[in-house]
């Protein structure tokens, strides 16, 4: 193996055309740095590019090609910078110096920085430029909702829209239930355990949709037609006027629910 390896895996990324055209900057001048200071071919670094897009990939060894692929495709799911010499080649990566980064768009797969190499400095200040260069590109939402306590405040809205859900549910039910003792408590008893049986599969669901809404690496691409920007800043401002407009009505319908309770009893 190489004498020296550094590998990190990376979170949290929104990637838009400058941030890419940046990335790749900083790869090729470290690709550069090396094969400057090598005579042997044997261990002189190639770069080749991987784009994923549209169900289908390609390798390519001219970024202009690799660009081409990225700017027209529909869907990016996938870019990789890879930079090999032929002694790793030959040997499987077992010598020689070696460089990757690999973008995955899917909330599955695994996005990482791989150097590699017999220079420690070179591996070092190779890893340390790429890293700063992805690191610019953080996104706070996505760093907030990938995390362990997303599930914590998952559970604790599902138990609290639950229990209100439970107790509408038992309002409604309960005039149908005359002839039993405590026909509203019974009510709320049932519909409580159908939820508590169904809240497993919902939350798994939930936290599996926050993983595809907030995926660790994302493209954003620019070029698209400025009808596409106006009908997005439109959805996201629908959003928010939504989001409101249903926190008012639960907080209304929460209140609904919790004032008969406080005056009358199962």
């Not at 405590?182 to 049932?190: D, G, T, V």
């Not at 809404?213 to 439109?234: D, M, Y």
């Amino acid at each position: 193996m190489p004498g020296f390896i550094s590998d990190v895996m990376v979170k949290n990324l929104v990637m838009n055309d400058d941030a890419i055209r940046e990335l790749h900057d900083v790869f090729l001048r470290r690709v550069n740095a090396h094969n400057e200071k090598t005579s042997d071919v044997e261990r002189k670094l190639t770069p080749t590019y991987i784009v994923r897009f549209d169900n289908r990939g390609y390798r390519s060894f001219s970024v202009d090609e690799a660009w081409a692929y990225f700017k027209n495709a529909d869907k990016v799911e996938r870019l990789v910078l890879r930079a090999d010499c032929p002694a790793g080649i030959s040997t499987h990566q077992l010598e020689g110096e070696q460089l990757e980064v690999r973008l995955d768009a899917d909330h599955q797969s695994i996005s990482h920085i791989i150097v590699g190499g017999e220079s420690r400095d070179w591996v070092e200040t190779t890893f340390a430029a790429l890293e700063v260069a992805l690191n610019r590109n953080k996104s706070l939402a996505t760093s907030i909702f990938r995390t362990e306590w997303m599930a914590l405040v998952v559970q604790l809205i599902g138990v609290f829209f639950g229990l209100l859900l439970c107790l509408w549910l038992a309002t409604l039910s309960a005039p149908y239930l005359t002839t039993v003792e405590y026909p509203r408590a019974l009510s709320f008893a049932f519909w409580f355990l159908v939820y508590s049986n169904l809240w497993g599969y919902i939350q798994h669901r939930a936290i599996a949709a926050i993983s595809v809404l907030f995926p660790n690496v994302r493209f954003s691409r620019e070029g698209g037609h400025w009808t596409q920007a106006v009908i997005r800043k439109g959805l996201e401002i629908a959003g928010v006027a939504f989001f409101i407009w249903a926190l008012s009505w639960i907080t209304s319908w929460a209140a609904s629910i919790i004032a008969p309770f406080m005056t009358t009893s199962f």
